[in-house]
Antibody, heavy 121, light 105 residues
Framework: QVTLRESGPALVKPTQTLTLTCTFS??????????VNWIRQPPGKALEWLAIIDWDDDKYYSTSLKTRLTISKDTSKNQVVLTMTNMDPLDTATYYC?????????????WGQGILVTVSS | DIQMTQSPSSLSASVGDRVTITCRAS??????LNWYQQKPGKAPKLLMY???SLQSGVPSRFSGSGSGTDFTLTISSLQPEDFASYYC?????????FGQGTKLE
């Protein structure tokens, strides 16, 4: 049974760096083809894909946010970490992590419940 | 980046209606098109993958079609639990991109 859970601060101040952790079970990021993605959704708005890390430690980022994002993994802890620098009130959103495979449809089969991050002074 | 455009952005319908949502990609994505359903306060849930394949456990009233740049999601007979938002997503390349969503009301 695959589960993912996001954790991190609920409130950050403008200009601060956000660090979010996705802790997962039911699969391993050492298995060929496995990937973990980060997605966000501002209140009342659409989903926005942020980043992906794969089993081979390849990392890819949103074109518009790539200068502010870093994704990494700790396979021993079954965790993926996303950092976003220079936070702005416009970054207020629910942040999700989701599992996908590099092969086949590449769909996001399993999602965490999400964590609402508010950026405010 | 591949742009995904959904229409309509909102749709008013009734139980029993047949509903169709369209999604258009800015370039060919062959069949790398997925559909998600999202209810308020919940994470998205995968409905369809590879344009036409029904995710396990999803009712057969949901169907998908299309390839290349034009895709549709159809609900054959709307049920009360189907009132939600729907998003298409391309996984043809990176960055992965979503449509802007369709809210079924």
């Amino acid at each position: 049974q695959v589960t993912l859970r996001e954790s991190g601060p609920a409130l950050v101040k403008p200009t601060q760096t956000l660090t979010l952790t996705c802790t997962f079970s039911g699969f391993s990021l050492t298995t060929s083809g496995m990937c973990v993605n980060w997605i966000r959704q501002p209140p009342g708005k659409a989903l926005e894909w942020l980043a992906i890390i794969d089993w081979d430690d390849d990392k890819y980022y949103s074109t518009s946010l790539k200068t502010r994002l870093t994704i990494s993994k700790d396979t021993s802890k079954n965790q993926v970490v996303l950092t976003m620098t220079n936070m702005d009130p416009l970054d207020t959103a629910t942040y999700y992590c989701a599992q996908s495979s590099f092969f086949g449809a590449r769909s996001f089969d399993y999602w965490g419940q999400g964590i609402l991050v508010t950026v405010s002074s | 980046d591949i742009q995904m455009t959904q229409s309509p952005s909102s749709l008013s319908a009734s139980v029993g209606d047949r509903v169709t949502i369209t999604c258009r990609a800015s370039q060919s994505i062959t069949r790398y098109l997925n559909w998600y359903q999202q209810k308020p306060g919940k994470a998205p849930k995968l409905l369809m993958y590879s344009a036409t394949s029904l995710q396990s456990g999803v009712p057969s009233r949901f169907s998908g079609s299309g390839s290349g740049t034009d895709f549709t999601l159809t609900i054959s007979s709307l049920q009360p639990e189907d009132f939600a938002s729907y998003y298409c997503q391309q996984t043809y390349n990176i960055p992965r991109t979503f449509g802007q969503g369709t809210k079924l009301e």
